[in-house]
């Protein structure tokens, strides 16, 4: 008997069988990414990775900023320079032209 309804039902059973293999397949290859996919993945952390060793550090940060806030400095200084030689041009150019008018 035990021979009988081996014959019987193998069919079903390999059929069945085949079916959750597939139904499993297709859960695992939603669920979990290609080899391609994968790579992918991995170069674009890799470049990202790149990306941040090559950003400038906080101390760099810190240090652009300090020499920022020096030539800002230095301009105004530069300014208050050039300021004072206009002041001066103008004077010369105010007395030349009370010597022209006498």
Known sequence: MDGELI???????????????AGVFAWLSNRFATKAEQKKLEE???DVEKAIAAA??????HETDR???????????????????????AMLYENEFRKEQK
Not at 74 to 86: D, F, G, T
């Open 7 to 21: 014959k019987t039902w193998w069919p079903i059973v390999v059929v069945a069988g085949g079916l959750a293999g």
């Open 44 to 46: 674009r952390v890799a």
């Open 56 to 61: 400038p550090s906080k101390d760099d940060w």
């Open 67 to 89: 020499r920022l806030v020096k030539v800002s400095t230095q301009n105004e200084a530069i300014l208050n320079s050039i300021s004072n030689i206009e002041n001066r041009l």
